[in-house]
């Protein structure tokens, strides 16, 4: 059973272009909640999303942002006009459910923006 | 914001001794979570604690949950250089997303 995989693993972009971020969750999961990391810090809750829906995305930046998760295919973190501030590691997690039970990551995307 | 807070923010050991961390919250949990991090590594999960469940094991690891003092503690015996990495405590609340502290770095010296 693969666990959550992400790609890339490491994305370099420079200022201004797009950065697109894949996370395919585990089989038979349908909540996805993506992360970020900076150096040296812990993990900022993001955006929960279910299949087809954004369920909280209190964390997500107002502005260049957004994600979704589609009925069919892996869901997608979208940073547009990246800015050397969003350089960061993105972890996406999934889980079965919301009912408070383990939620499993994937290995992390790497963005470098220069 | 920040849910838990790890403490310390690093700790350094020799092999074979015992490592604790501990980690508090503000606010009501459904459960508490512990991940470990290797780094350049995605999160690995430890061990989840219920709310209503006051102390776990698993191999080496014992977890201890007060919701009194809202705060939780992750003892690691006998530890081992390959146990060098990142800990993190997450809380949950019922229907919403982990929330991370900033993690306890610890490293094992052999």
């Known amino acids: 059973n693969a666990g959550v995989m992400q790609n890339p693993r490491h994305l370099v972009r420079r200022r201004g272009q797009e950065a697109r971020l894949r996370c395919s969750p585990m089989k038979g999961h349908s909540h996805v909640y993506w992360y970020r990391q900076l150096p040296e810090e812990g993990l900022k809750f993001m955006v929960y999303?279910?299949?087809?829906?954004?369920?909280?995305e209190s964390g997500m930046p107002k502005e260049r942002f957004s994600a979704e998760f589609p009925k069919e295919g892996p869901s997608i973190l979208r940073i547009q006009q990246v800015v050397r501030g969003d350089s960061a590691a993105y972890f996406c997690?999934?889980?079965?459910?919301?009912?408070?039970?383990?939620?499993?990551f994937g290995e992390g995307s790497w963005l470098t923006v220069v | 914001s920040q849910q838990g807070e790890e403490d310390p923010q690093a700790l350094s050991i020799q092999e074979g001794e015992n490592a604790t961390m501990n980690c508090s919250y503000k606010?009501?949990?459904?459960?508490l979570q512990w991940y470990r991090q290797n780094s350049g590594r995605g999160l690995v999960h430890l061990i989840l604690i219920r709310s209503n469940e006051r102390e776990k094991h698993s191999g080496r690891l014992r977890v201890t949950l007060d919701t009194s003092k809202k705060s939780s503690s992750l003892l690691i015996t006998a530890s081992r250089a390959a146990d060098t990495a990142s800990y993190f405590c997450a809380t949950a609340q019922a229907g919403t997303a982990l929330i991370f502290g900033k993690g306890t770095t610890l490293s094992v010296s052999s």
């Open positions: 606010t009501s949990i459904n459960n």
């Open positions: 997690a999934s889980s079965q459910d919301n009912d408070g039970n383990t939620i499993y």
């Open positions: 999303l279910q299949k087809e829906n954004i369920i909280d």
